[in-house]
Structure formats: structure tokens, C-alpha cells
């Protein structure tokens, strides 16, 4: 049976390595994270290898550059997963910026596959690659898989809709999440006091999340900065009418949380990043587009009242716009038709007994 290495290896806090590595074992692959399996094993898949850390991000780089000529020196197929435009940038030094980018171009250059998520992503190949079309005949589509039936069943529901609108963030508490802007709008919104935010992730940086907390200056906007286990996503997400995501069109390609939101019937408001383009012309989400800062908040907070005035309009619209995008994810984006594609992916570069 052929081995596929994923990396990140034993990755406990993300859904999408797991339902990634189901659907290869359905494909018919054996997937191993020991190296000790080096040299039986066939392919070698990347998640978010060009992101540098540790206290020296330029020991990473090289340490990473070596292990990537080990795998073309023993002639390991690569199958390089690209989830972002890249790292994402904000508080990174130029010079981690542009070794994460020298990164990328590496992995392009190396893998067998390059598996895309979102059409948008084959803009980001060309920019990286100068236009070099010889990448374009490596590109594998394998969309964002769903969450349904992925966390423990929770009918938990929002007990009243007439109480009001509540927004949530849901997701890690990053720096680079403009959480400082979301709270900024909704400071705004004081006065309405049917309307509340939540703030719910795990934060690992105290500072940070001291520093949040001291800029909430409006008694609707409530944190709760921890990791949400598993058997609690579900009632987080049903105990509020709508999330919103103020992603960076500067690094953001695709997201997990929106497709989790769809996967909950739960609607969202986001800059229009490559995950809500795969939609097309659909109105079941609050898109928006910005070119700097003081732009992303004006927009936001105008996509923000956008859904309030809607939902004075028709209280159930959030409910209708959620259960057309989790009609729409749970056809498209389906764990069966992932498998597929992997099946089909493995075929095409040698993984015969797939089948």
C-alpha cells in the first residue's frame, strides 16, 4: 500500500488535517506521521510549510530548504497545499516576508501536485512564478471540504432571535485577525442595543488579550478567550445569528471557519477572499472589498448595518442565507466527493492501488 506523509504531522487543533487525512485513507493510501517510515514512504504532502517560525525564522528557512532537497535528492513526490496568498503578514519583519516567499517559489518549483483550494489561487501561483505557465500543468484542485456531521451533534438554538442580532468571531486569536478593527466598528454600535459580539478563540499571547479586552468599550461586546473543544463548537455557533470575519485580503485565500459556518446553516460577513468567490453571483453571505485600512472599517461597518437593517426587515433572514449555503456546501464540498478527488489525485501521479 503506498504511505503519504502529512505535515503538519499529529496537528491536534486542526479539523481540516484530519478530514484531509480520512479522505486519503479512503482514497486507499496508508497515512503514516513517523520518519521513520522515510524511505517507504511514497509522497510527502505540505500544509503551511512556508510559514517560518521559532525565535531565528532564518534557521527555520534553511532548515526547511534542506529538508525539501532531501526529498528531490530521494526522489519523494511532493503535493504542496496552498492556503494562503501568503503568511500572513501583519507584525512579520520584511525579511521573514520574503524568505516565506522564497519558500513558496521553492515548493512550486519542487512538488509533483500543487493543490489548489480556490480558483483565485492560480492568480497567486503566476505572481509568484513571474507568469511561468510550466507550474500552471502541476495544479490539482481539491476544494475546502465541509464540517458537517465533524463536531459532536449540538441542537442547541438561539433562544430567542427577537432579542436581538448576535455577531461572533470564532477562530485562533492572532494578531494578524484585525481584531482590534472588529472591535473598533462595534464600539461604534453602543447605542444599539440589539446588537452584541463575541469574541471566542484561543488566545496565547496574555498581552494581547489584555490589550483587546481594554478597548472593549461597549458592554454588548463580551471574549472568551480560550480553546473551544470539540464538543463545544457546535453550541458557540448556534448561540449566535451570524459570524463575522475580518480576514486580510493581503494574505487570505481560503477559510475553514467560513465552511464551518455553512456547515452550521450559519451565514457570515468577510472581504470577499477566494473562499466566498468559489460561490460566484450567490447573496447567502455579506461580502465587501477594501484597499487600506481606514477603507476595511467603513466597509465593514457598512456590511455590518447591512445585515442589522435586513434583519429588522425579515427576522428569519440569516436562517434562510445559512440554510442555502449549507445546502450549497453540503453538494459541493462533500467528504465523498474530497475522497474523489484524491483518488483521482493519485492516479494521475502513480498511486495505483488507490483504486
Not at 516565506?100 to 512564478?129: N, P
Not at 450549497?328 to 474523489?340: A, H, M, W
Request: net charge neutral; hydrophobic share 35%.
Amino acid at each position: 500500500m503506498k504511505k503519504v506523509f502529512i505535515y503538519p504531522a499529529n496537528n491536534t487543533e486542526n479539523t481540516y488535517i484530519d478530514i484531509q487525512q480520512k479522505a486519503i485513507q479512503s482514497a486507499g493510501l496508508e497515512v503514516t506521521y513517523n520518519l521513520r517510515d522515510f524511505f517507504s514512504t511514497d509522497f510527502f504532502l505540505l500544509n503551511w510549510f512556508e510559514t517560518l517560525g521559532g525565535k531565528y525564522e532564518w534557521l527555520d528557512y534553511i532548515k526547511k530548504t534542506i529538508k525539501l532537497i532531501m526529498l528531490v535528492l530521494f526522489r519523494k513526490k511532493i503535493l504542496y497545499v496552498i492556503h494562503n496568498k501568503q503568511v500572513h503578514a501583519k507584525y512579520k519583519d520584511i525579511f521573514s516576508q520574503k524568505l516565506s516567499g522564497k519558500l513558496m517559489r521553492k515548493l512550486i518549483s519542487c512538488s509533483s501536485k500543487i493543490i489548489i483550494l480556490c480558483e483565485e489561487t492560480r492568480t497567486v501561483i503566476s505572481a509568484l512564478c513571474q507568469d511561468d505557465k510550466k507550474y500552471f500543468n502541476k495544479i490539482y484542485k481539491i476544494p475546502h471540504p465541509n464540517y458537517i456531521d465533524t463536531y459532536p451533534v449540538n441542537n442547541e438554538l438561539i433562544e430567542n432571535v427577537k432579542k436581538g442580532i448576535s455577531f461572533l468571531f470564532f477562530g485562533q486569536i492572532c494578531k494578524y485577525k484585525n481584531i482590534e478593527l472588529l472591535i473598533d466598528v462595534f464600539n461604534d454600535l453602543a447605542e444599539n442595543t440589539d446588537v452584541s459580539l463575541t469574541i471566542a478563540g484561543n488566545c496565547k499571547d496574555e498581552a494581547y488579550s489584555e490589550t483587546l479586552r481594554s478597548s472593549m468599550k461597549n458592554d454588548n461586546i463580551k471574549c472568551d478567550f480560550r480553546f473551544i473543544p470539540d464538543e463545544d463548537v457546535g453550541a458557540c455557533i448556534n448561540r449566535h445569528s451570524i459570524l463575522v470575519l475580518p480576514y486580510s485580503l493581503e494574505s487570505s485565500l481560503n477559510s475553514g471557519t467560513i465552511f464551518l459556518a455553512f456547515s452550521y446553516k450559519r451565514t457570515v460577513i468577510s472581504p470577499l477572499i477566494g473562499t466566498l468567490k468559489e460561490f460566484g453571483d450567490a447573496d447567502f453571505f455579506y461580502a465587501y472589498d477594501y484597499t487600506n485600512y481606514q477603507e476595511h472599517k467603513r466597509n465593514l461597518k457598512e456590511a455590518v448595518n447591512q445585515a442589522i437593517k435586513d434583519w429588522q426587515i425579515n427576522q428569519t433572514v440569516f436562517f434562510e442565507k445559512g440554510l442555502e449555503a449549507y445546502y450549497r456546501v453540503k453538494e459541493e464540498n462533500s467528504f465523498e466527493k474530497i475522497t474523489e478527488l484524491y483518488k483521482g489525485l493519485f492516479r494521475e501521479i502513480g498511486g495505483k492501488n488507490s483504486d
